[in-house]
Nanobody, 116 residues
Framework: VQLVQSGAELRNPGASVKVSCKAS????????IAWVRQAPGQGLEWMGR????????KYAHKFQDRVTFTADTSTNTAYVELSSLRSEDTAVYYC??????????WGQGTQVTVSS
């Protein structure tokens, strides 16, 4: 099993960013993909998850107005898009395979930096 994420991103405040997570080594539609972030000096923060098979998503309340999860079953790739970026969104973003209640495989992380 591998989850390979896209590279680091630098954005201005107010912009949007889209991070990808390409899955391999298992049946993509059989597991949720969750997204978690870690800001500098902070703990892990759960953002939500998507069911790649049906496209349904669940968002943490804090993110539900600015975050969109999508999944492309033709390429086994999940995406998170975060809009209206602010400096507090600077963090490493991780995708993880979610089989309740565990998160058993993780992407390598994508650094998103929001700075003017």
């Amino acid at each position: 099993v591998q989850l390979v994420q896209s590279g680091a991103e630098l954005r201005n405040p107010g912009a949007s960013v889209k991070v990808s997570c390409k899955a391999s080594g298992y049946t993509f539609t059989s597991y949720y993909i969750a997204w978690v972030r870690q800001a500098p000096g902070q703990g892990l923060e759960w953002m939500g998850r998507i069911d790649p098979e049906h496209g349904g998503a669940k968002y943490a309340h804090k993110f539900q107005d600015r975050v969109t999860f999508t999944a492309d079953t033709s390429t086994n790739t999940a995406y998170v898009e975060l809009s209206s970026l602010r400096s507090e969104d600077t963090a490493v973003y991780y995708c993880t395979r979610n089989t309740e209640p565990t998160y058993d495989y993780w992407g390598q992380g994508t650094q998103v930096t929001v700075s003017s």
